[in-house]
Structure formats: C-alpha cells, structure tokens
C-alpha cells in the first residue's frame, strides 16, 4: 500500500461516519474522527485498532478552526477531509419554519463549507489534497417531505462542483458520494417540524411518506437499503482513485433511478416519486 494518509471525519461517532472511519482505519491510514459528543483535547484512541476522536461542532466555526488546527499540529498534514456530519428535519415546506430551515442548512451545507474553508489553506500548502462529501440521493430525487433536507443535499452538489473546478490547479480534488437509504440511527434521530401534527393539512400525505421512508431505511422486504459498511467501501474506493469522478452514487438501485431521472421527462419522474411516497 502506499503512504498511509492523514484523514478527517466528521459526525464519526455512530452510522455512515463510524463504518467510514473504521474501514479506512482497517486500511493502515491515519483516521482522526470527529463528534459533537466529545469533550476536550487531545483524546487519545482507546484499545488496539480504535481511531482517535475529537471534538468538533460544524455548526461552531470556533470548534471547527480548533479542530482543524489539533490535527495539523498533531499529523503535520490533513490530507483527506471526509465531511459526513448531518440530520434531517421532516415536514412539509410550510409546516418547517425559517429556524428550522436555518439549523438544517446550518449543519449540513454551511457545516461542510466551514470544514472545507478550513481545510483548503493546509491542501493548497501541500499541492495536495482530496475532499469527499457524503451527499445524497435526495440531493437528486427530492423526497417530499424532507424537502429542506433534500434541499441541503441538492446545494452541496453545486458546491463541490465548484471547489473541483476552482481547486484543481492546487492539486486538490472532490468528489461527492451520494447514499440512497442506509440502516443507520438516522431514521431515530430524525427531527420533525413543530407544525407537523395533527392539525396540519400536510398531515395525511407526511404520515403516508414517513412510513414509507422509515420502511425503506431499517431495509424492510421489498425496499432498497444498504447498510453504513456498503457507503464506507465507496468511499475508500474514492480515496483510492487517482481521479476520482464528480460523484458516485451507493448502490444499484439508487444509480438506476439517478440514471433515469436525468432520461425521463421532470413531469414523469415528479409523478414516480409521487407514486413511491
């Protein structure tokens, strides 16, 4: 193998980030994880083959700078950024309020362009360096009643568009990798708008929609679900490749139905969505 290489996770403590920091730990690299459920510095890895863990709130660009800083000093290079940390917030678009719309974003797009701005300066430093965002399916497929969410997802694809055409003479790389539903603590954590209840006109249609996204993610017969370990193989794939593409969707099922949302007509793919949720 080549050079074991110094990564960055966040939101690491459990589901796609724990199985990411994990496999690429199993893989020789150097894996520094991150969490919000952390306190202090520096914490040490406890026990044969566990990965170190810091704290880090993307929300907080304090945290973030502190974060990034610890590792640079500790490693001398940050040469992968895997951005993971994100929630989702359900209901429909007027039941979620601005807060709620702000938080959302607040995590899971300024998140990511906080870890990125941070990252950037030590990258361009060494001439080199790779960014991998987990995205999502639904940054393609809106899923109705998670539209902030899946709003979130759609930005990030713009972002990291931009950072690989914008970065690219500094040596440095990205690439968004987007899961389709995956068996995680995500369905349980979940947070739902507090004008989503029983006296709203949305609540039939998000009951009907809920059950089946929930349905899909604990990878009930008859839906397309893979687990956390199956989104960490893609990315260590990525970090393998010397070029890797703009993204990689997780999963046969997902990449067929992103295949054929950019074939079919925006009304067809709009009334399958429909008939799914």
């Known amino acids: 193998m080549a050079e074991p290489l110094v990564i960055l996770v966040t939101g690491a403590s459990s589901g796609i980030g724990r199985a990411i920091v994990d496999r690429l730990a199993r893989e020789g690299h150097t894996v520094i994880g991150t969490s919000r459920r952390v306190s202090g510095f520096p914490q040490e890895a406890a026990g044969e083959g566990a990965v170190p863990m810091i704290p880090l709130d993307v929300t907080d660009p304090a945290s973030v700078a502190a974060a990034v800083s610890h590792v640079y000093e500790q490693y001398g290079r940050i040469d992968v950024l895997v951005n993971n940390a994100g929630f989702g917030v359900a209901g429909s678009v007027e039941d979620t309020s601005p807060e709620e719309a702000l938080a959302q974003f607040d995590t899971n797009f300024f998140g990511v362009h906080r870890m990125i701005r941070a990252v950037l ?38 972002l990291m568009e931009a950072v690989r055409i914008e970065c690219r003479s500094f040596g440095v790389r990205g690439v968004l990798v987007e899961p389709g539903d995956t068996k995680t603590g995500f369905t349980g954590s979940r947070i739902y708008c507090r004008d989503t209840h029983g006296d709203s006109p949305y609540c039939a249609g998000f009951n009907k929609a809920l059950a089946t996204i929930e349905r ?6 008859g839906f397309a679900c893979h687990p956390p370990e199956k989104v960490a193989q893609t990315v260590y794939r990525v970090i393998r490749r010397k070029n890797p593409p703009v993204r990689v969707t997780v999963g046969a099922a997902y990449k067929a139905a992103v295949f054929l949302k950019r074939l079919v007509p925006d009304r067809l793919a709009e009334w399958i969505v429909s008939k799914v949720y």
């Not at 987990?134 to 694809?157: D, F, N, R």
């Not at 899909?216 to 017969?221: D, I, K, L, R």
């Open 121 to 158: 300066p030590i990258m361009r430093g060494q001439n080199n360096g790779l960014i991998v965002t987990v995205g999502s399916v639904a940054g393609i497929l809106t899923v109705p009643y998670q539209g902030l969410y899946s709003a979130t997802k759609h930005a990030l694809e713009a």
């Open 216 to 221: 899909s993610e604990q990878g009930e017969p």
